[in-house]
Structure formats: structure tokens, C-alpha cells
């Protein structure tokens, strides 16, 4: 299939121009390094101009980062390669054609978990509009975490239709997802192993050769284009089971009376040869983009390409949905540390003030896809309390409000919640935040274990903690 797409590659020549389809947390450190790489001449960004992110276009052009949280380097290497004229951004999807390589980084969330149906509708735009600007020998590469079997068929299927050109004939396809996690991007796709798949070997072939330029540590780790696609699927379906053994062993412990952070501390300390105690950390929930969905890719595609041939032991769930639903309980969990903590204090939920601490799903970051704090504030609302949410890096966030102001979200607080470990949570002083609430026995949520319990028990506090059935009983300080 690929006799006649090597002789139109030959005659292209080296990736030279770039389009990077999707401004996101993915896509834009991925632009500014091809766009720092010396082989490139130009990398497009684009993005669509709508009301909630056409904003972006100007921004990046001034070099200037839409990303709020703390990204090193970002905003330094934007501004240059800016500056030097080899990145900029549009709207105008037709200078597709000018590019040799296109990239999509573009969300893939589902509808509904239960029917397993995700919502390709922002990929299927951007790959109708990669398809209908496609020029021969043009490699499009999906970075965006898919359900397997969706390169070699829908976007391939797309692609086609779109462009009148042949896949794997006329233009090279692949997948090479992004591995990356906010507050260290450039690190990420820099550093990492950057797994490369392609429809036929002369698009694994073209792929490797636009992301080598880019890796300063990582290696290129090539198969094809439906392995890598179970590989992201399943690294991050791996790392969401982690957390959850995590969080059910935080569960256990807090019913025990035990330190759950004690515990990780001795698991972890066995090391040796053919011995491995991988353990992450336990917390208020699990968000962002990734784990809260690939999960369900990985699921469906076992169901979609396994043509009936999935099979588990009778009667029995499949692990990894089981992990999703223990991460997926943890702000209920939060919840019910919130009541017990009012509680102790002779309060109800009705009529209680919260403040609570962090609104991005992760710590020094504006990142607020999926943000468990969400289902904790509704929950906690439905009850009769009034909670106020303070987040450092997000400016808002569609029908809630966002304070800046810490002092302020801290005064005359029942109950302070920490769902985030910004760094501005873990240097809270207890006698300070106990004279802003100005309660005589406030009570303290720590979702991260960000706080040192004993300082705000001495001061106080009713303290409860993810996994700190050490301290979760504390004697009430009188």
C-alpha cells in the first residue's frame, strides 16, 4: 500500500511547515517546539474563532500564553519563537495546505459513561477541516487519547472523504499520543518516550521524523497505529487504577485509626531487585482531561475491535471501571468529612459557610477540566450551605464565582475545604485562618494533605483528612 507514497515523500521532502490544529494544554507547547526546533521553518497553531476561545488567536500572536497556571519556560520560549517569526496562530484553516505535517490535539470526552458513546464532535471538525485543506504526501498525526481503532477507521474514513486523497497512498497518517500533565509540558513532551504509530511504515516513518526533532531525553518508540492508541488508553487507565488502590487504601486506613501517609511511606521503601511498589498518592478526587475518561476509550475499544471475544470471569466488573468508580466517590467522601467535622462542632450543613480552597483539578495550575471540587460544591449547596471558592490561577469558570481574595473567602468561615495543593494552601498559618473565620471551633477539610494537622488542632480546629484515621478523632481541644 505505501509503493506510492514513498516516491511522493521522496519528492516533498523533509517536514519543513507544521499545523498544529487545537490551542489547548497540548497544543501549544507542542507548537513552540517545533517552532524552537532548527530543521522547522514555521508551525501554524490553529483555532477555531468562537466565543469562548477565539480569544487565543491574538494572544498567542503577541506571545502571549493563554495557559494560567505555572508552565517553566512556556511563556519565555512562546514569546521567542514568536518573535522570530516562526510561530504563529489563525483561524484560517485553508493554510493547511501549506503545511507538510498536521497535528490535532482536540479534547475526546464521552457523552455518557454508561453507554460508552464518545463525543468526537470537536476531532470530527478538526478533521474535516485537516481533510478539506489536505495536500498530497501530507502527514496528519492524531495526538488527541482516542478509543482504538479510530485512526485506521473514522479518521481515517474523514480524511478521505474530505481531501479525495487515499490514506497510506496519497497522504501519511498516525497516531503518537500526547504524555504530558500540566504545570511541566515542555518537560513532558521533551523528556518522555514519545510512542509513534502509523497506518504503514512510511507514516511511522514520516511521524518519526517530525517528533524526533523535539525530544531532548525521550526515544521514539514505534509500532502501529492501533497499539499506540491501546498503550495511551491503557498507561493512563494504569495510572487512574493506582490512585484508586491509593484512595481505597486512604479509606481503610481512616477506618482503622491509622496514617495512611505513614503507610504509603513503608510500602514505597521496599525496593530491590524484581520488586516493585508503585504507589501514588490518595486525595479529594480525580480530574483534568485524561484519566476521567480514557478509562472508558479503553473499554470500548475491547468491546468495538474485540468483536465479541472480551471475556471476564462470570459475574465479575472489569478493574478498571471499578478504579474509575472509587475516584469518582472521593468527593462524596469529601462530603461526608465535612459533616462529621460539623458535627463535632455542634453545626449542620444547613446554614454553614464553606470556603473552599482550590478549584483547578490540580495544584499550581488553571486547570479546571472535570474538577472534582464540582460534585463536593453541588452536594454541599443542596444541603443549605453557602460555599465560596477561592482559586489563585482560575479567572472563572462558567456560573460560579471565583474569588482571588483569600482573606476574604476565609472570613466568617464554618468549614475550610482544601480540594487543591496550590502552593498557597500549604503555608496557611492556623492562628490566622481561625482569626478570619472567627469561630471558636471551625473545622478543616484536608483533601491533599497539604496542612499539618497537629498546628491546626492546637489552635482549635476540627480537623478531618483524606486517610488520617490518626487524627480524625482528635480529642476536641478545649
Known amino acids: 500500500m505505501s509503493r ?17 490544529i487545537g490551542m489547548g494544554y497540548v497544543g501549544i507547547p507542542a507548537a513552540v517546539l517545533f517552532a524552537n526546533a532548527p530543521g522547522f521553518e514555521s508551525v501554524r497553531g490553529f483555532q477555531r474563532d468562537s466565543p469562548s476561545s477565539g480569544y487565543k488567536v491574538a494572544m ?25 517569526g516562526k510561530f504563529r496562530c489563525t483561524s484560517d484553516f485553508s493554510q ?55 485512526t ?11 481531501s479525495g ?47 524526533s526533532p523535539v525530544l531532548t531525553m525521550g526515544k521514539i518508540i514505534p509500532m502501529t497505529a492501533t497499539a499506540a492508541e491501546v498503550t495511551k488508553t491503557a498507561e493512563n487507565a494504569f495510572r487512574d487504577l493506582q490512585i484508586a488502590a491509593a484512595n481505597q487504601l486512604a479509606l481503610h486506613c481512616e477506618a ?6 505513614d503507610v504509603r511511606a513503608g510500602i514505597d521503601s521496599l525496593k530491590g531487585d524484581g520488586i516493585t511498589r508503585a504507589i501514588l498518592w490518595p486525595g479529594a478526587g480525580v480530574g483534568g ?33 471499578v478504579a474509575r468508580k472509587i475516584n469518582e466517590f472521593m468527593p462524596r467522601h469529601m462530603v461526608h468529612l465535612t459533616i462529621e467535622g460539623l458535627k463535632r462542632a455542634g453545626m449542620s450543613p444547613e446554614g454553614a459557610t464553606v470556603a473552599l480552597l482550590g478549584w483547578a483539578f ?27 471558592i477561592h482559586d489563585p490561577f482560575v479567572d472563572g469558570y462558567p456560573g460560579i464565582e471565583i474569588f482571588h481574595d483569600l482573606n476574604a473567602t476565609l472570613a466568617g468561615a464554618d468549614v475550610v475545604t482544601i480540594f487543591t495543593g496550590h502552593h498557597h494552601y500549604v503555608s496557611l498559618d492556623p492562628a490566622r485562618v481561625k482569626e478570619l473565620s472567627g469561630k471558636e471551633r471551625p473545622v478543616i477539610v484536608d483533601g491533599r494533605n497539604v496542612v499539618d494537622p497537629d498546628a491546626f488542632i492546637r489552635v482549635g480546629f476540627i480537623y478531618k483528612g483524606i486517610g488520617r484515621g490518626d487524627k480524625n478523632s482528635h480529642p476536641i481541644r478545649q
Request: proline content about 5%; some cysteine.
Open 256 to 261: 482503622m485509626g491509622v496514617n495512611v501517609y
Open 362 to 388: 490540580i495544584q499550581n495550575s488553571d486547570d479546571t477540566r472535570n474538577t472534582p471540587a464540582e460534585p463536593y460544591l453541588a452536594a454541599m449547596e443542596e444541603m443549605g450551605a453557602e460555599v465560596r
Open 152 to 162: 485506521t477507521g473514522m479518521a481515517r474514513e474523514i480524511l478521505e472523504e474530505e
Open 289 to 321: 482531561h485524561c484519566l476521567t475518561k480514557d478509562s472508558w476509550h479503553l473499554e470500548r475499544g475491547a468491546q468495538v475491535l474485540g468483536n465479541g471475544d472480551l471475556w471476564y470471569p462470570h459475574g465479575a466488573e472489569s478493574i478498571f471501571g
Open 4 to 20: 506510492r507514497l514513498q516516491p511522493i515523500i521522496n519528492d516533498k521532502g523533509p517536514i519543513k511547515n507544521i499545523g498544529v
Open 96 to 150: 493547511i495546505a501549506e503545511c507538510d505535517a498536521v497535528t490535532l490535539a482536540i479534547q475526546t470526552p464521552f457523552k455518557d459513561q454508561k453507554d460508552l458513546i464518545p463525543d468526537f464532535s470537536a476531532l470530527i471538525e478538526g478533521l474535516r477541516a485537516a481533510g478539506g485543506h489536505l495536500s498530497e504526501g501530507t502527514l496528519v498525526v492524531l495526538e488527541s487519547t482516542v478509543t482504538p481503532g479510530t
Open 165 to 211: 486523497l487515499v490514506a497510506g497512498e496519497e497522504f501519511c497518517l498516525a497516531h503518537a499520543p500526547e504524555r504530558v500533565m500540566v504545570g511541566r509540558l515542555l518537560k513532558n513532551i521533551q523528556e518522555h518516550d514519545r510512542i509513534v504509530g502509523g497506518i504503514d511504515d512510511v507514516s511511522t516513518a514520516r511521524a518519526v521524523e517530525l517528533y
Open 60 to 84: 498567542l500572536n503577541r506571545g502571549e500564553s493563554p495557559l494560567k497556571g505555572e508552565e517553566p519556560g512556556l511563556d519565555d520560549l512562546l514569546g521567542r519563537v514568536v518573535g522570530a
